[in-house]
């Protein structure tokens, strides 16, 4: 490779365990992946439970474990759309699909094709133009125009490439999803690397059979240099490419790290579509270029600064030649048209700098402190920063993140549809088949979304049966039973309001009780995705649990908000039921596409705790733990720095100090409530109220 001065085996190993104390270890690397790939399969799940026919795909660094807490990865989401069909040949034609002929031609850059319309009910061409995005050809064939995407972009999203992009924003990472349409096989041009012959023996014959059985997409975007680029669509081997990194070792997931932190340092120039010359995927594919080309005796801890320089160095000759090509789809050179002659000798004299690669370079990376911690590894530096995060950290800050996300994927579970009895029992029906026949993901995903689903179904069969006679029947109590360990409260606080309502306040104070024992407030961390809001920070409690219990410690350290559907009504104490009629006629018009929670009563689980604690003491005639409740609720809504419904809660707070003939108080809890969320909020029918209950 290169000759390899003594000192770089020191500086390697002390590297080495640099980015172990920053999660680029075997443990946090393997968590990541778990992680991402059970976050997929629950929302693939909810999909299907839901009567969407789709795969959702987890790619990029977060699913690969790739990335650091200081990169800042974006999320990188691939949605399949199974309904649809791509086919090679006229053998290929599935009846009842959405189906595509991929094109291939001399027309067509390498790695793209075009899509033909074909009818759905015989293998048999569409000759008709149907609506603007779909054009007619030379040839008379319907080609499938990639712009499509461009109409069905979601809220607060760009197109970027074949991507719906959202910019980082104060607690969310910037994330990219894509639509894919998939291939009935792998297309021609991709079956060569299948049947290469490798010189060495990466990827194995193993690794290139499993890569085989993986789907391949097509992806709406064209190549830069076509003319004809609306009507491209990008062949995606994305499910291969993971595989080839799920294979890579500890020091070659290392090295890649290291590429992507020297780049963000030292090398990239963003264009004026924010997007990188050299991306991240470019020096993925520079990776697997050079493993395959070298022993792996060599991809060793010991070595990270040989292995670096030679990534470096191949990436350079790429940039002199213009030419990177995709390592699956060999033809494919993915700096096409990338830059200009200017901008090219721009990135080769900032690479000039870092070659041949010494080590120094990495002393000036300020991302996860990788320098200054690299220094103090190698003894440079006396005095350590007490504000650098030690290992442990680095571990729970990964682990709760982790832990938090899953948590929000299973709660959307009962965002998707209508909210009907009928429609959970359909979804509670889907949800036990893919337990019986899904793998240990599935199984897990499945364990994780049906008690919810349990608490919703009883919930709104307590409703019907408070109506009709002001009990609950015993099947309510029973499917609200089979839910109770959703999490540490909501579940649980479902069944109070339920007891409440029916007059059982004392049963209601001992489910109480019990709800306020399990809520540790120093470890349990509020979980909400009714919207997207800033969380300050997770709290260090939950962060140590998550990392010693993974997502087994959902059930005892998470609570998520409370719902209830305008069909749960009757389960809500009249308090609450304003929030499912926040919204004025005018308000309705300051709504997005995803505010549909607004229609529903949603609170927070502690500060409803409190509330009802509140309730029923009071119907108990119980004032000293009355008074106590009250002070809890006003005491959770100053100190809980992450509710999601801190309006609800407040507005809660200033009926209770209406019923303690504190009007003033109450006009404060209203009017600050109003201040956190200024349009569809009920504080503005409480104001008035409570102002006409002072003037009479």
């Known amino acids: 490779m290169f000759h390899t001065p003594d000192y770089y085996h020191n500086i390697s190993m002390r590297l080495s365990k640099v980015l172990d104390d920053i999660g680029v270890n075997e443990n946090i690397v393997m968590k990541r992946r778990r992680t991402n790939l059970l976050e997929e399969t629950i929302v693939t799940i909810t999909w299907r439970a839901n009567g969407i026919q789709g795969t959702v795909y987890n790619l990029g660094y977060q699913s690969e474990g790739t990335t650091t807490i200081g990169l800042k990865s974006d999320t990188d989401t691939l949605g399949c759309l199974d309904d649809s069909i791509v086919i090679q040949d006229w053998s290929e034609w599935p009846p009842s699909k959405r189906n595509f002929l991929m094109i291939q031609n001399e027309t067509t850059p390498p790695g793209y094709c075009l899509l033909q319309l074909l009818r759905s009910d015989a293998p048999l061409p569409i000759t008709d133009e149907t609506d603007n995005d779909f054009v007619k050809d030379m040839h008379g064939r319907i080609l499938f125009k990639n712009t499509i995407l461009d109409t069905v972009l979601p809220e607060g999203h760009q197109r970027q490439g074949p991507s719906a992009a959202s910019a980082a924003k104060p607690g969310f990472y910037a994330s990219d999803i894509v639509i894919a349409y998939p291939c009935k096989s792998w297309p021609q041009s991709t079956r060569a690397w299948l049947h290469q012959q490798e010189t060495n023996t990466w990827p194995t014959a193993e690794m290139k059979r499993y890569a085989k059985s993986t789907r391949c997409f097509v992806v709406g975007v064209g190549s830069r240099a076509s003319e004809n680029a609306a009507f491209e669509w990008r062949l995606s081997t994305s499910l291969a490419e ?219 069969i307590a409703s019907q049966n408070i109506q009709m006679n002001n009990t609950v029947s015993p099947q309510a109590l029973t499917w609200i039973e089979a839910g109770l360990d959703s999490d540490v409260a909501s579940s649980r606080l479902k069944l109070a309001s339920i007891m409440y309502c029916v007059g059982n306040a004392e049963i209601a104070a001992l489910i109480l009780s019990h709800i306020e024992e399990q809520y540790k407030t120093e470890v349990t961390e509020p979980m909400c995705v009714c919207y997207e809001f800033y969380r300050h920070y997770l709290k260090t409690g939950f962060g140590r649990l998550s990392s010693q219990y993974g ?111 504190r009007p003033v108080g109450a006009l404060q809890s209203y009017m600050s409530s109003l201040n956190l969320r200024e349009r569809n909020n009920a504080a503005r029918f409480h104001i008035c109220r409570c102002l006409a209950n002072i003037n009479s």
């Not at 832990?403 to 359909?426: P, R, Y």
């Open 242 to 460: 993971r595989c080839l990194m799920f294979n890579l070792n500890i020091t070659q997931i290392k090295c890649y790290i290291l590429m992507k932190m020297i780049l963000k340092t030292y090398i990239n120039i963003e264009n004026l579509d924010n997007e990188s010359y050299i991306s991240s995927f470019m020096c993925k594919t520079i990776l697997f270029h050079c493993i395959a080309s070298k022993p792996s005796c060599v991809w060793k801890e010991c070595n990270i600064i040989n292995c670096l320089n030679y990534c470096l160095f191949t990436l350079n000759n790429c940039l002199l030649n213009e030419h990177c090509p995709h390592f699956i789809v060999h033809e494919n050179n993915l700096m096409a048209s990338k830059f200009s002659a200017e901008v090219k000798q721009q990135l080769l004299e900032r690479m000039s700098i870092l070659i041949p690669f010494d080590g120094i370079s990495l002393f000036g990376i300020q991302i996860d402190n990788l320098g200054e911690r690299l220094q103090i590894k190698l003894n440079m530096i006396n005095e350590v920063r007490h504000d650098i995060p030690q290992p442990d950290k680095c571990t729970m800050d990964v682990t709760r993140v982790l832990l938090k996300n899953i948590a929000q994927t299973v709660f959307n579970i009962e965002m998707i549809g209508d909210g009907s009895l009928e429609t959970l029992l359909q979804k509670v029906i889907q949800l036990k088949r893919y337990y019986r026949a899904g793998d240990m993901l599935e199984k897990t995903a499945c364990r994780l979304q049906l008690p919810l689903l349990c608490t919703s179904i009883g919930s709104r």
């Open 551 to 661: 997502v087994e410690a959902l059930k005892y350290i998470v609570a998520f908000c409370v719902k209830f559907f305008t069909s749960e009504i009757n389960c809500v104490p009249h308090e609450l039921q304003y929030e499912m009629f926040r919204s004025t006629q005018e308000d309705l018009l300051h709504r997005g596409e995803d505010d549909d929670w607004m229609d529903c009563a949603v609170v927070d689980s502690l500060p409803y705790l409190y509330f009802l604690q509140y309730k029923t003491y009071s119907f108990l005639q119980r004032p000293e733990e009355q008074q106590q409740a009250l002070n809890k609720l006003g005491w959770v809504i100053r100190t809980e720095p992450n509710l999601g419904h801190r309006e609800t809660a407040l507005n809660l707070l200033g009926q209770c100090m209406e019923q303690e003939n």
